[in-house]
């Protein structure tokens, strides 16, 4: 707690009715209000001791509550220094930095700041990464007297090197006389995060004493440069480990993929705490490997240990991947149980878990849950109906949150082009790429030009597409010539493919989609030389097509397939009702598209069989032998679904009166009584 004077000084200015050991042994939250009641309800509450003490108590880290400490800041009618760094420090510990500097700025009008004030207020600046604020109050320190002091010298290294201003720390650093452990840790955590690895290293020989976080900054600094073996080789020359250290070398070792050392590393952990959890998770799921993710969440809960909004966030983007929806369900179950506010990052996690799991209901339903929405919440529902196709209604949002006040983003942005993108409205998309430079004043990324350009491309302006990619500002990448090559080759412009193909390789050589689409407008066109030319150039680099899978969840399982699978343990009666699948179509008169089959085939029957295996047609069988009648079938495919499984898919809806939702690469689809959302453009 912040000591204001000596308690013993004031005691005979305080009220008879009241005595200072009262102060003295407040500890619990309940004790320090009901004091607070007492002094505005006897009136005492004005002299300086109770006020000031009132103040510290609400300020000290045991009690920290910000609200009531800021209350009786306001009411205090004398306010001294010492009130005013209690609640700056209060604000900064907090971590409400810019209101601690807001309140600095109304400081500096009324009081000259100490060495206390000072290195409160720059680890604001630090944790906000506001070095031009940073920079002003170190002016300011010079001036009024206090550059030379340590604290303040210390908290100025601290803030330069987190804000990436290495020369400005090194310049303090060498300006000081007594350099403790502290000190040198901030240098070298500096270069580290600067990439001047050498130079940390140099650092850490040079100074005269180290600790745990000396070896540590250098471990995670070794590791976040890709040079984990030499992070491991510092690691096990520790002297002494900390749950701090272990947790950096976890953490290098996902950070470069390597899960396998470190889960051995982990099992050989004394112990774990929530940061090694979290890294756990979060380093499975950041590396696409989501069920393993989804293992160690579930092991964490089973143990006892309780997650917080970090970790929560994590596992809903590991069930998005997947697109397993109970587990969802249950996470979203578990989070209001105990208690877990829905704002911020994880708000916005759980809209777009239920999005991409094909809940798109759940995630309106979810979002209107939230009472205090920021633009982070308004942009994942909007991106959420844009790709289930729901254009009308994602625009209609777009325009309510711009009613409110709120400033849309560059990446609400891409979700409202993206909404354009899937419905096929060409006109709205040029008119809102307009308005977010023209109106809102946000600099086009290379995001948003291949937004613009698949827009263009999906609805066939593919000479205007072209003349926009080469009239960009920024060089185009390979997602962008991708749009176009895609473009051409469901429009039939083989010329205009060849170009785009050619700036893809140029690009980006081992890009595997452009093979497969340059091989499949070639075999489209029935031109099988060149086929085999791209399919020779695939094998000579070692490229390999992906094979069509489908994914499908039933009771927390999931289950997939690939093109003609024949290894599920249901096999027989999958191919039984797919028979089944096959002779209804036929009774409502379905003729197979062969046109879909891009393999040189000569017989119709080989061409139809070709197509009766492709993986969503097993994952659908599977769905309506198992799924309870009524229920939603939801399917996820790795791949674009062909026209042929589009046109089936809507036919056994009907026939079924199944709602089916496929999921593919670049949207989802929602076949209901023999439609889809997409309305065939897709």
């Not at 829905?342 to 309106?364: H, P, V």
């Not at 809102?440 to 597409?465: K, N, W």
């Not at 050589?509 to 407008?521: A, D, R, V």
């Amino acid at each position: 707690m912040l000591k204001l004077m000596p308690l013993h000084s004031l005691q005979q200015n305080l009220p008879q009715n009241v005595h200072f050991s009262l102060f003295q042994t407040c500890s619990a939250p309940q004790e320090v209000e009901q004091l607070h009641a007492f002094s505005l309800k006897t009136a005492i509450f004005n002299h300086p001791f109770v006020s000031s003490c009132l103040l510290a108590l609400y300020s000290d880290p045991k009690i920290n509550d910000l609200g009531y400490a800021r209350s009786v800041f306001d009411r205090i009618q004398r306010r001294t220094l010492i009130h005013w760094n209690t609640i700056i420090k209060c604000y900064v510990e907090s971590q409400f930095s810019h209101d601690g500097i807001v309140l600095f700025h109304e400081l500096v009008h009324e009081f000259l700041p100490d060495n206390f004030t000072l290195p409160c207020v720059i680890k604001g600046c630090a944790r906000l990464g506001v070095v031009q604020e940073g920079k002003q109050i170190h002016g300011l320190a010079l001036k009024i007297g206090f550059g030379s002091d340590v604290f303040v010298q210390g908290s100025l290294v601290n803030m330069y090197s987190k804000c990436g201003k290495i020369d400005c720390a090194r310049k303090v650093f060498d300006g000081m006389i007594d350099k403790d452990v502290v000190l040198w840790n901030s240098l070298i955590d500096g270069y580290a995060r600067c990439g001047e690895i050498e130079i940390a290293l140099q650092l850490f020989e040079d100074m005269p004493k180290r600790d745990a976080f000396s070896w540590t900054v250098l471990v995670d600094g070794l590791s976040k440069c890709g040079k984990v073996e030499s992070a491991r080789k510092l690691f096990d020359q520790m002297p002494c480990r900390n749950l701090v250290s272990w947790n950096a070398m976890i953490n290098g070792y996902m950070k470069s993929g390597d899960f396998d050392s470190a889960l051995e590393l982990s099992y050989q952990m004394p112990k774990w705490d929530l940061v090694t959890w979290n890294l756990m998770i979060a380093g499975y799921e950041l590396n696409g490997q989501f069920v393993d993710a989804l293992k160690i969440f579930f092991t964490m809960l089973k143990v006892g240990s309780r997650p917080n909004h970090a970790t929560l966030v994590s596992a809903f983007s590991a069930v998005s991947g997947l697109a397993v929806l109970s587990k969802g369900r249950w996470i979203h179950s578990y989070m209001e149980k105990n208690g877990f506010e829905l704002d911020g990052i994880l708000g916005t996690s759980l809209i777009e878990m239920y999005a991409k799991c094909g809940c798109i209901e759940s995630a309106l339903t979810a979002f209107r849950a939230i009472l205090k929405k920021k633009v982070g919440h308004w942009t994942a529902i909007i991106v959420g109906l844009g790709v289930h196709g729901m254009a009308n209604h994602a625009l209609a949002l777009f325009l309510e949150m711009c009613k409110t006040g709120l400033k849309p983003n560059a990446i609400t942005f891409i979700g409202v082009l993206n909404a354009c993108n899937h419905a096929g409205l060409v006109d709205d998309g040029r008119r809102y790429f307009d308005m977010m430079m023209n109106e809102y004043e946000i600099e086009p990324t290379v995001e948003h030009f291949g937004c613009l350009v698949d827009i263009l491309c999906r609805a066939g302006h593919l000479e205007e597409a072209k003349n926009t990619i080469e009239n960009m500002p920024i060089s185009p990448n390979k997602v962008i010539w991708m749009s176009l090559l895609g473009g051409s080759r469901n429009h039939g412009n083989i010329d205009i493919g060849e170009y785009a193909a050619r700036r893809v390789i140029e690009v980006a050589p081992e890009t595997i989609g452009c093979y497969i689409l340059l091989s499949n407008m070639y075999a489209a066109s029935g031109k099988w030389e060149k086929v085999s030319h791209v399919r020779e150039m695939m094998y000579k680099r070692g490229v390999r097509k992906d094979p069509g899978c489908s994914s499908l969840e039933h009771k927390g399982v999931l289950h997939e397939f690939i093109v003609g699978d024949k290894s599920h343990p249901q096999t027989k009666e999958i191919y039984a009702k797919m028979s089944e699948m096959k002779e209804k179509l036929k009774c409502v008169g379905h003729v197979p598209d062969t046109t879909q089959v891009l393999l040189c085939i000569d017989g119709e029957k080989e061409k139809e069989a070709e197509l009766e295996n492709h993986s969503e047609r097993l994952a659908i069988a599977f769905g309506l032998i198992n799924v309870k009648p009524g229920s939603t079938i939801r399917i996820m495919k790795n791949l674009r679904v062909c026209n042929d499984c589009h046109s089936i898919t809507k036919l056994l809806s009907k026939i079924y009166s199944r709602e089916i939702i496929v999921r593919d690469n670049t949207r989802f689809h929602h076949f209901r009584n023999g439609s889809c959302s997409c309305m065939d453009y897709w």
